[in-house]
Structure formats: C-alpha cells, structure tokens
C-alpha cells in the first residue's frame, strides 16, 4: 500500500498500477509530497464513454443475432426479410434505453441493474413497435411466435452480456468507474473504499487561498477526480470549500454534526439554506401499491376466515361471558395513538391497557380460549379491520403498547432509533417477526434486534418483500415466544 496517497482498504498497489497511476514510494515525506503533487491519475470520463458505446455496438449485435437465430429455428430457411424485425427494434431500442438509463454510469454500478434497464428498454421498444405496426395494418406479416422468442432470446443475452461486461471492466479498470479522492486533514477518519487517499498533513497541504503555490498543488491532485471529500477540522473547512469550488471539481466537507442528525440533502432558497432531514420512507405511487396490496389481502381475508370469527366469538363469551374484542392503544404510523382490535385473551378488567405489564409464560390473566388463541396468534386476526380502515398494514413494524418496556426502561430509553420505526404503518406481520423476533421483551437484545430489522423494512420495502414477509409468516404462525 502506498502510503500517503494509495487506493481504499481493498485495493492494492499493483491495482494502482493498472488503473494507471504512476506513483512509486518515495524516499522521503517531501519526495513523495512532491511525487504526489505531480502524479497523473487518468480520467474516467473517456472511459465510460467508450464503455457505454460498447455496450450500445454489442446490445445491437445481441438482438440482431436473437430475432434472426430465433427466425431460422422457428420458421426454417430460406427466409424473406430475416431479421427485419430486428432491425426496426435496433435504432428505436437505443433512443428509449438512452432514456431509461440504461447506459448509464449508475447502471454500470450493478449487473442486475444494468439488465433490468436494458430489459426494460427492450420491452417499451417491442411495446411502441407494436402500437405503431398496429395502426399501419403491418402486424400481419410478422410471425408473433417468432418475434416473442426474440424478445425472449434477446434478454438473455443482454443480461449474461453485461454479467461479463462488467467484469471485464473491472479487472481492467478496477473496482467502480469512478475516481474518487479522499483527504484526510485532521478530521474523522473515512473508510471509504475504492478511492486514491491523501493525508494532508503527511503531505504538508495547507488549504491556503493567497498561496499560489498550495493551490496549484491541490489543483493537480484533484485533476480528472470525478468526486473530492475532504475530512478537516471545523476551522478549515471554509477554506477547503473556496478550494474545491475554484478547482471546479465535484467537492464535498465531511461534517460529524450533519451526520448525527440524519441530513439526507441541501435544500436553497433565495435567502436562506435548510438541511433536508426526511422525506418519508415511501412515494407517492409506493403508498399506492402498499394500500392496494393492503386492502386485497385485508378483504380477502377476512372473507376467507369469517366463519373462524364467529367460533371465535363464540367460544370467548361461552367461556366467561365476557366482552369478544379487547381494544388497546398502540403507537402508529407518525407516533400517533390508534386502537388496535384482539380477540381478548385475559379475563375483564385485568388485561393491561398500557403495556408497562408485560405477558409472562405462566400469566393467570390467560382464559383457556386465550391461551390457545395467543399460541396460534388467532387473537391477532381483528387486526384485519385495522388494515381495512387504514391504521395498519398488512406487513410493517409491530405496534407497542405506549408504555411497553424492558426491565424497568421503557422502549425509547432502550434505543434511540425506536421512534424511527414509526415513520410507516405498523403491520399485522413483519421482518422482525419472520426472523423470530416475537413475544416477550425479556432483553435488551429482544428490542434492539427488532427494531434494527424495522428500519431494515422501512428502508429496503417492496411488494415482494411484501409477498415474502407474507409467506413466511405461516411458518411462525405457532412460536415459543407466542404466550
């Protein structure tokens, strides 16, 4: 490793090398400041540009190759016209995968993404393609078979394409497509990796703006970085920042105070700069697929298990004659309070509406119908009327009584990210659930391990982690933990 200015943690000296950087170990810490100043770290940007437009030269090659093999093995030879289809695909495939992205360096970034934009823009071409021979009467002299294993064929291989693409980039570039810069001047240390690193003061860089020769220092080891960081001290980063918008480079100032606060982005007025703290875990059309997903499953359910209801109901009033519902309020989505619907498990007026008294295994507020109904969590199934009004979901954090605790410290004084959870409707199931973490809070670890699994949800949510969570619920439906 190169000390001084070298690559991340994972990334050698001979990786240095490939890339193109020509630094060598000094003899001396002035030596090197001065080999540093002057080394040439190669630019990127040509690179991805030639990058992009192989993947543009093979994409079109791909699909050509697919309609016309799929061509000669589903209609025979000789074929009129072979692979005219694809022709009329190629050029328009390439303007809506330029939209999509599909080239794009973010796309790059991941074989998985880069494939699905490209799929993507395959089947929004086919899809136009279509509309337009739709309404020139020209469909008709296109075989469908032939033209959907094309398609089909086509995808494959822009996927297993860029599965090897990508490899072959990075063993020949390295790791990323970009070139980043990491200085260290006596601020927190950054690990940051694949990325050259400076240490300033090793290198005696002062970020001075009346000293020419500093910033011309500075100007040629940020030449052809794609992105700057700099780690200083709170008194330096004025300066620093003057530096790197001269240089006209992509700069940014590592701050500790943003980071303890969560600061997501800038926002600028006219007159005045806020720190963007949240946005809210989902969008627009993301709360629209979750609420729909809700109310299907909500309804379909409670359809399907409302005989189970009524001999629910009716076995909790033969047994005590007792009210069949137990209402409790919990904390919801926003830390607001809602009153959850359970099938009542305890005897009357001894079932705990706030939560500071947890359920033991041995608990003698348990009725007999209870007890069975908290081992198979059937008390749970009113929390289906939640779902349908829109106060839960189906899948989301589990609702807390408010003043649930552990030991003797109530949730929030257990950990600090406990409030976080709330920034989604909570769920009948969950990801904390499905992993076993249910029931009782006997430990600390018992809270924190849920609650690191709900922020887990909130912030990697999808319909099909939906589905999935939905699934695997079944599977711990009955658990030790239930009682």
């Given at each position: 490793?190169?000390k001084g200015f070298s690559w991340?943690?994972?990334?050698?000296?001979?990786?240095?090398?490939?890339?193109?950087?020509?630094?060598?170990?000094?003899?001396?810490?002035?030596?090197?400041?001065?080999?540093?100043?002057?080394?040439?770290?190669?630019?990127?940007?040509?690179?991805?540009?030639?990058?992009?437009?192989?993947?543009?030269?093979?994409?079109?090659?791909?699909?050509?190759?697919?309609?016309?093999?799929?061509?000669?093995v589903y209609l025979g030879l000789?074929?009129?016209?072979?692979?005219?289809?694809?022709?009329?695909?190629?050029?328009?495939?390439?303007?809506?995968?330029?939209?999509?992205?599909?080239?794009?360096?973010?796309?790059?970034?991941?074989?998985?993404?880069?494939?699905?934009?490209?799929?993507?823009?395959?089947?929004?071409?086919?899809?136009?393609?279509?509309?337009?021979?739709?309404?020139?009467?020209?469909?008709?002299?296109?075989?469908?078979?032939?033209?959907?294993?094309?398609?089909?064929?086509?995808?494959?291989?822009?996927?297993?394409?860029?599965?090897?693409?990508?490899?072959?980039?990075?063993?020949?570039?390295?790791?990323?497509?970009?070139?980043?810069?990491?200085?260290?001047?006596?601020?927190?240390?950054?690990?940051?990796?694949?990325?050259?690193?400076?240490?300033?003061?090793?290198?005696?860089?002062?970020?001075?703006?009346?000293?020419?020769?500093?910033?011309?220092?500075?100007?040629?080891?940020?030449?052809?970085?794609?992105?700057?960081?700099?780690?200083?001290?709170?008194?330096?980063?004025?300066?620093?920042?003057?530096?790197?918008?001269?240089?006209?480079?992509?700069?940014?100032?590592?701050?500790?105070?943003?980071?303890?606060?969560?600061?997501?982005?800038?926002?600028?007025?006219?007159?005045?700069?806020?720190?963007?703290?949240?946005?809210?875990?989902?969008?627009?059309?993301?709360?629209?697929?979750?609420?729909?997903?809700?109310?299907?499953?909500?309804?379909?359910?409670?359809?399907?298990?409302?005989?189970?209801?009524?001999?629910?109901?009716?076995?909790?009033?033969?047994?005590?004659?007792?009210?069949?519902?137990?209402?409790?309020?919990?904390?919801?989505?926003?830390?607001?309070?809602?009153?959850?619907?359970?099938?009542?498990?305890?005897?009357?007026?001894?079932?705990?509406?706030?939560?500071?008294?947890?359920?033991?295994?041995?608990?003698?507020?348990?009725?007999?119908?209870?007890?069975?109904?908290?081992?198979?969590?059937?008390?749970?199934?009113?929390?289906?009327?939640?779902?349908?009004?829109?106060?839960?979901?189906?899948?989301?954090?589990?609702?807390?009584?408010?003043?649930?605790?552990?030991?003797?410290?109530?949730?929030?004084?257990?950990?600090?990210?406990?409030?976080?959870?709330?920034?989604?409707?909570?769920?009948?199931?969950?990801?904390?659930?499905?992993?076993?973490?249910?029931?009782?809070?006997?430990?600390?670890?018992?809270?924190?391990?849920?609650?690191?699994?709900?922020?887990?949800?909130?912030?990697?949510?999808?319909?099909?982690?939906?589905?999935?969570?939905?699934?695997?619920?079944?599977?711990?439906?009955?658990?030790?933990?239930?009682?």
């Amino acid at each position: 490793m190169i000390k001084g200015f070298s690559w991340g943690q994972s990334v050698s000296v001979e990786h240095d090398q490939r890339r193109g950087c020509s630094l060598n170990a000094p003899q001396t810490r002035s030596d090197f400041g001065s080999r540093a100043a002057s080394a040439s770290v190669p630019s990127m940007k040509h690179k991805r540009l030639q990058f992009s437009l192989y993947l543009m030269i093979v994409d079109a090659f791909a699909i050509l190759t697919a309609f016309v093999a799929t061509e000669i093995v589903y209609l025979g030879l000789p074929i009129n016209n072979l692979g005219v289809a694809a022709r009329l695909i190629i050029p328009l495939y390439l303007v809506v995968a330029i939209y999509q992205g599909a080239f794009s360096t973010n796309a790059l970034t991941s074989w998985w993404r880069a494939s699905r934009r490209a799929c993507t823009a395959l089947i929004l071409t086919a899809a136009i393609l279509l509309f337009v021979l739709f309404f020139a009467k020209a469909t008709a002299e296109f075989s469908r078979v032939a033209s959907s294993l094309g398609l089909l064929v086509s995808c494959m291989l822009l996927a297993a394409h860029r599965v090897l693409a990508l490899r072959m980039a990075e063993a020949y570039w390295g790791p990323g497509f970009h070139n980043i810069l990491v200085i260290q001047d006596d601020g927190p240390e950054l690990r940051f990796q694949n990325a050259y690193r400076i240490n300033a003061v090793e290198l005696e860089l002062t970020p001075e703006m009346n000293n020419p020769e500093a910033l011309d220092r500075v100007g040629k080891l940020v030449s052809n970085m794609d992105r700057v960081i700099v780690s200083c001290s709170m008194d330096r980063r004025q300066n620093w920042a003057k530096i790197l918008r001269a240089a006209g480079v992509h700069g940014e100032v590592v701050s500790e105070a943003l980071f303890e606060m969560g600061a997501l982005s800038l926002k600028r007025e006219p007159e005045f700069t806020t720190l963007v703290i949240s946005t809210g875990p989902l969008g627009a059309r993301a709360r629209v697929i979750k609420r729909l997903m809700d109310l299907a499953f909500g309804f379909t359910a409670l359809v399907a298990f409302l005989p189970l209801f009524l001999l629910i109901a009716a076995a909790i009033k033969v047994e005590d004659g007792g009210p069949v519902f137990f209402l409790q309020r919990r904390v919801g989505r926003a830390n607001r309070f809602f009153e959850i619907y359970k099938f009542r498990s305890m005897t009357p007026n001894k079932a705990g509406m706030d939560g500071n008294q947890s359920t033991s295994r041995d608990d003698q507020r348990i009725t007999k119908v209870g007890k069975f109904l908290r081992r198979t969590s059937l008390d749970e199934l009113p929390q289906l009327l939640n779902v349908i009004a829109g106060e839960m979901s189906i899948v989301g954090p589990r609702p807390h009584a408010i003043r649930s605790q552990v030991g003797d410290l109530l949730f929030w004084h257990v950990d600090r990210r406990y409030w976080d959870r709330h920034s989604l409707k909570p769920g009948l199931t969950g990801l904390a659930q499905i992993k076993g973490f249910r029931g009782a809070t006997n430990e600390t670890r018992d809270l924190t391990e849920r609650v690191r699994h709900d922020l887990e949800y909130i912030s990697t949510w999808s319909p099909w982690l939906d589905l999935k969570i939905i699934l695997k619920t079944f599977r711990v439906l009955m658990h030790s933990n239930a009682y």
